[in-house]
């Protein structure tokens, strides 16, 4: 029974592509291009100057090149930065006026739009290529005050809010690939909770990426106001294709006083084929502000897809008493290759932040755990602790720690531990003894190796990323 | 500081005889650090550190000349006498006295004339300045199956009108086959404000054992650089320990490369800062061939304004399978102003291999002090007490019973 589900997911199913007329944006980055965008979602003229003012900077930044995937050069030149379903020229008023090629795609991929046929309480943003498509239980938030809606409809809807906080957290100016996404970010989720809300469900968004040579670029600013709290998922999949797409999205969290912000990422990218062909460069920039007193970020990540993963979610604790958190599995296989981490960086009193960082590398795949701790000399009494485990299957891979710990204060405490290893054989013996084949001992080990990252999961979705690290690592085995 | 570059290396190579080979290599090496300058902040082993700036703030513009044919006194440094011991005194880079009195001179050989091919690595752009104006390479081979019955200790000293100048020195040395070498590095400074760079190359055979102590205690003002690029064969062993202490600025490098199988390299350090000091210690441990072990224990107390880093890196080749690997540091901060910066890095391409790093940092325990002082101590010597023993665990790591005595005796350490 096992052996024909492994069978099933063995190959990349979410590798489809929905055939659907898609309306795109002219080829090329520049100025031209971006207006077509801005004018395209009628933006107000402040963000369309915010935007030039990115391509400006954009124009002086060199791309970064101390990351360890080394990747060949993108032409920004030879991408549509903006591509969606033709059908959204006038966007669909419901549900019903929808593309029903559109429902039928995320239907297949697990995740209906229609709210009755949902059975847990999930509220869903769907970002098909540039544009959402649907967001769901909509009114039912309403009524509590919380605005869950695409960024494109927040800036229309709520400008105010929008203004005081985008590119706070990650300036215009932060890098190249955050500049670029500043530049020409289409889509993306907005959420705001207001005051001592506790958000009643689990906010989610689903992005694909369908068309081909495009870039994603989408962006999404949460905002926990004062004594609030939110848990927002994100899940990610795209089509299987032969050359690499660039995903370079920007998010930015913000939480006020006493609030608490907790993302997940379930990142299934396609990874591209066995021999490294194809698959998605996802260069994503996620960064948290822990603003007011007493808040708390933590995120949770499962990053198995992409071709290159190269993010670092960082939380800047500013706030005196914040939390920081940030949990991590990240699984290479075949050739893909990952330079993934976090950033703590202590600036209020008595912060403190804790990294739990598991790596799992198999095929001729490479990993890079990469984080900085950063104590300033403000943040008296603050503590950071930090693990970070490394798996390695086979001698054709390589698993790489980088830590850079920096304490300027003498009330601080800082520890850090690694380890690398491989599954030993006494623990491979002890589960085959005991009736489990192989793969199944692997499976069996390795979520154990994971089970403190996947505990902090919604538990919905616990279930499938634990099947998501077992499928990753099919075929690394014997 | 281009113009004297030039100048002062046109000097050293009109005023003494260096062989055609010799001048080339130096003229490409000299090149080269024309090309990348001194190191900086873009470069990831000087991230926390901008040694053009250091210069500036401490030395001022250099000058690089240094006459090798003035007789420099020696009589006035003062000589370690607690052990019996071989010396080499350096003064301003120049070997001013080489003396092997209680070994078989049969056994050791001092080239000073630059003989075989050199190393032609391109390491970094200090080791290029060295290679452009140290004096004549001076190698010391060990011979097959010869232990030295005491160990050689090399005083690194400065004259007393010697300013504001780079003083450069090379020496190489090879461990023929089950050879052992006990080498001690002490600086005395007689002047304040210099830039000393030292390159140290070993080549450890088959079953030698390399024990290279480096003692940096007394207070002086000048800025230093030491490079030891070590390179060991089967079953050979190198101990590594720094004490890095005294000198305004000290970045001690040791790269080692394990490349005969059961090979195994150990550093261990300690940072013992006060004032405006700032030291670091990079090492890198290449694991090349299988069942090859490391171990590195590095351990920091940080007082006023001083600033220490260690960036330790593992690498684990694809071959090395069973390589064992370990890495330490700890670092207690006393003042509100001292900084600790680490950068534990492993680089692993093999899977069966057991590597773990740890670092710490942070204040005294107030729970020990607190439990010291309820048993009548004063606060002085409750946080005495407890800095003693944090630091006795690296001391405890020498291997030479009579060095590690030295080094307790140096430090005021007691068991």
Redo the contacts between chains.
């Keep these: 029974m096992r052996d024909k589900q492994i069978e099933d997911l063995k190959d990349y199913k979410y590798g489809f592509s929905t055939d659907i007329e898609s309306f795109k944006a002219p080829k090329g980055l520049n100025e031209e291009v971006i207006k077509f965008i801005s004018n395209i979602k009628k933006e107000p003229k402040w963000l369309l100057d915010w935007r030039l003012k990115a391509f400006e900077r954009l124009k002086v930044l060199k791309e970064p090149d101390w990351q360890k995937p080394k990747y060949p050069k993108i032409d920004y030149q030879d991408l549509y930065y903006y591509s969606a379903p033709k059908s959204f020229k006038d966007k669909p008023k419901s549900l019903d006026e929808l593309d029903p090629k559109l429902l039928e795609t995320y239907q297949k991929l697990g995740i209906p739009l229609n709210e009755q046929k949902r059975l847990n309480g999930i509220a869903v943003d769907a970002v098909f290529d540039s544009v959402s498509v649907a967001t769901t239980f909509k009114e039912t938030l309403t009524k509590q005050g919380i605005i869950f809606c695409s960024i494109s409809e927040a800036v229309q809807k709520h400008p105010e809010l929008v203004k005081k906080y985008l590119g706070t957290v990650i300036p215009l100016t932060d890098h190249f690939f955050a500049t670029l996404n500043s530049a020409v970010f289409t889509d993306g989720s907005f959420v705001y909770i207001p005051p001592g809300v506790r958000c009643p469900m689990e906010l989610s968004t689903y992005f694909r990426i369908n068309a081909s040579d495009t870039g994603q670029f989408e962006r999404t600013l949460i905002i926990a106001d004062k004594g609030s709290y939110v848990s927002y998922l994100e899940g990610c999949t795209a089509p299987m294709r032969d050359e690499n797409q660039l995903h370079a999205a920007n998010v930015e969290l913000i939480a006020l006083d006493d609030a608490e912000i907790k993302y997940s990422t379930v990142q299934n990218w396609y990874p591209g084929d066995k021999d490294g062909k194809g698959g998605i460069y996802n260069f994503v920039t996620k960064r948290g502000l822990c603003k007011g007193k007493n808040s708390k970020i933590s995120w949770t990540q499962v990053e198995t897809g992409s071709a290159i993963t190269w993010k670092y979610p960082s939380c800047i604790l500013k706030g005196d008493n914040s939390i920081g958190e940030f949990y991590s599995i990240a699984i290479t296989n075949n050739h893909q290759k990952a330079d993934t981490g976090t950033k703590m960086i202590h600036l209020g009193k008595n912060t403190k932040s804790k990294i739990i960082s598991k790596g799992i590398s198999a095929g001729f795949s490479d990993m890079t755990y990469r984080g900085l701790v950063d104590i300033s000399p403000k943040a008296t009494n603050s503590n950071n602790f930090t693990q970070c485990d490394s798996l390695l299957m086979g001698n054709k891979c390589g698993a790489h720690t980088v830590p850079y710990i920096k304490n300027k204060n003498s009330d601080s405490n800082i520890a850090h531990e690694a380890t690398t290893s491989k599954i030993s054989e006494e623990q491979l013996h002890y589960c085959q003894q005991r009736g489990l084949n192989p793969e199944e001992a692997v499976g069996l080990i390795v979520n154990g190796f994971c089970k403190e990252v996947l505990q902090q999961l919604p538990m919905e979705f616990a279930v499938e990323a634990q099947k998501l690290v077992g499928i990753s690592l099919e075929g690394s085995v014997g | 500081m281009e113009e004297q570059l030039k100048i002062d290396f046109e000097k050293n190579l009109k005023d003494f005889s260096y062989s055609d080979q010799e001048k080339k290599f130096k003229e490409t090496n000299f090149k080269e650090f024309l090309k990348q300058g001194f190191p900086n902040r873009k470069l990831?082993n000087w991230?926390f550190s901008d040694l053009n700036q250091i210069i500036q703030s401490n030395i001022g513009e250099l000058t690089f000349y240094n006459d090798y044919k003035k007789e420099n006194q020696i009589d006035k440094i003062e000589l370690i006498s607690e052990l019996e011991h071989n010396k080499i005194i350096i003064v301003d880079g120049k070997i001013e006295k080489i003396d092997f009195k209680f070994e078989d001179q049969d056994k050791i050989e001092v080239l000073v004339e630059q003989g075989e091919e050199n190393i032609r690595e391109n390491i970094n752009s200090l080791i290029n300045l060295n290679n452009a104006f140290s004096n004549k390479f001076c190698k010391i081979i060990i011979k097959k199956n010869y232990s030295l019955k005491k160990p050689l200790v090399i005083y690194h000293s400065t004259n007393k009108n010697t300013q504001f100048k780079n003083t450069n020195l090379r020496i190489d040395f090879k461990l023929n086959e089950n050879a052992c070498l006990r080498l001690i590095d002490i600086f005395k400074d007689n002047s304040e404000k210099n830039f000393l760079n030292i390159y140290y190359n070993f080549e450890i055979d088959k079953s030698s054992i390399l024990k290279n102590y480096k003692i940096d205690k007394s207070i002086n003002n000048n800025v230093k650089y030491s490079y030891n690029n070590v390179k060991q064969q089967v079953n050979s062993i190198s101990e590594t320990f720094i004490l890095s202490s005294g000198s305004k600025f000290f970045k001690n490098e040791i790269n080692c490369d394990l490349l005969g199988q059961h090979s195994s390299a150990f550093v261990n350090g300690i940072f013992d800062l006060d004032d405006e000091n700032h030291h670091e210690i990079k090492s890198n441990i290449n694991h090349l061939v299988e069942n090859t072990k490391s171990y590195q224990l590095v351990k920091s107390v940080l007082e006023k304004k001083s600033k220490a880093v260690y960036q330790g890196k593992i690498f684990v080749s694809?071959e090395a399978?069973k390589t064992d690997g370990y890495q330490l540091s700890n670092?207690i901060?006393?003042?509100?102003?001292?900084?600790?910066?680490?950068?534990?890095?492993?680089?692993?391409?093999?899977?069966?291999?057991?590597?773990?790093?740890?670092?710490?940092?942070?204040?005294l325990d107030e729970n020990s002090i607190f439990y010291l002082m309820s048993r009548g101590l004063n606060y002085k010597e409750a946080k005495k007490l407890l800095i003693n023993g944090f630091l006795l665990d690296v001391i405890e790591k020498i291997t030479d019973e009579e060095i590690k005595n030295l080094i307790k005796n140096l430090l005021g350490v007691k068991e």
Excluded: T
């Excluded at chain 2, 001292?338 to 899977?351: G, T």
């Design positions: 990831e991230k694809s399978q670092a901060l006393l003042s509100e102003n001292s900084e600790f910066n680490a950068k534990p890095e492993l680089e692993i391409y093999a899977d069966d291999v057991k590597c773990s790093h740890g670092s710490s940092s942070g204040s």
